[in-house]
């Protein structure tokens, strides 16, 4: 069974400043997917980024990024230039190649963007 | 385009009464997922499903959760007799295909409250 582990409960950033939230997983699976989701108080799940496994490149979306780093099984995002509308929960999924999309979740990090 | 939809958007029932949610997919989705937030158990999966079938139901809490999809579109999850600890927010969400390839994108939830 996979499972991913978010080890910040809260972080808090100030606004136009970096911050990089931990995730760490566990698999044997070869071929997965990892994701970074976002949500806000209106409980809209939204996806932030996401990393194939089989790509050694880490993925980037604008001011996210990623730092994957697979053999250690970390998969770490950072927010560069936070904004107030950064302030969310962030969850860590995954899913492996033969898990027909099932994500499984990590405990989630609730980030505090301040002005 | 329209996203994901859920009804209600939130419930409170009595303990022992049954309940029905609604999800409506994002037009040709051919997968569906439920799945619940709570505050002891995180983020959950419940079901899933690929056109009309259900593949896996592993995540099913007890037999008194089920879950239908009819006409490849819309889904219903019931949950008879409710508990206490059945208090959650269950979440939507559809893609393409099921597979780890394909996105999926969430509905807003439906908050259940039982007392």
């Known amino acids: 069974a996979q499972t991913v582990t978010q080890s910040q409960p809260e972080m808090s950033v100030q606004e136009a400043e970096t911050v990089t939230l931990s995730c760490t997983y566990d698999?044997?699976?070869?071929?997965?997917?990892l994701f970074w989701y976002k949500q806000p108080p209106s409980r809209q799940m939204i996806l932030v980024i996401r990393q194939e496994a089989y790509k050694q490149q880490n993925a980037t979306e604008n001011r996210f990024s990623v730092n994957f780093q697979k053999a250690a099984k970390s998969f770490s995002l950072k927010i560069s230039d936070s904004q107030l509308g950064d302030t969310a929960m962030y969850f860590c999924?995954?899913?492996?190649?033969?898990?027909?999309?099932?994500?499984?979740f990590g405990q989630g990090t609730i980030l505090t963007v301040h002005p | 385009g329209a996203g994901v939809s859920q009804s209600p958007s939130n419930k409170v029932t009595e303990k022992g009464k049954d309940v029905e949610l609604r999800c409506d997919p994002i037009s040709g989705h051919t997968a569906l997922y439920w799945y619940r937030q709570s505050l002891g158990q995180g983020l959950e999966f419940l079901i899933y499903f690929q056109g009309n079938s259900a593949p896996d139901k592993s995540g099913l809490p007890s037999d008194r959760f089920s879950a239908e999809r009819t006409g490849g579109s819309v889904s219903t999850l019931t949950i008879q007799r409710t508990q206490q600890e059945d208090s959650a927010v269950y979440l939507c969400a559809s893609s393409l295909r099921a597979a780890g390839a394909y996105e999926q994108y969430f509905g807003p939830g439906t908050r259940l409250t039982v007392t």
């Open positions: 698999t044997s699976e070869s071929n997965y997917y």
């Open positions: 999924a995954f899913t492996g190649g033969t898990s027909y999309g099932k994500l499984t």
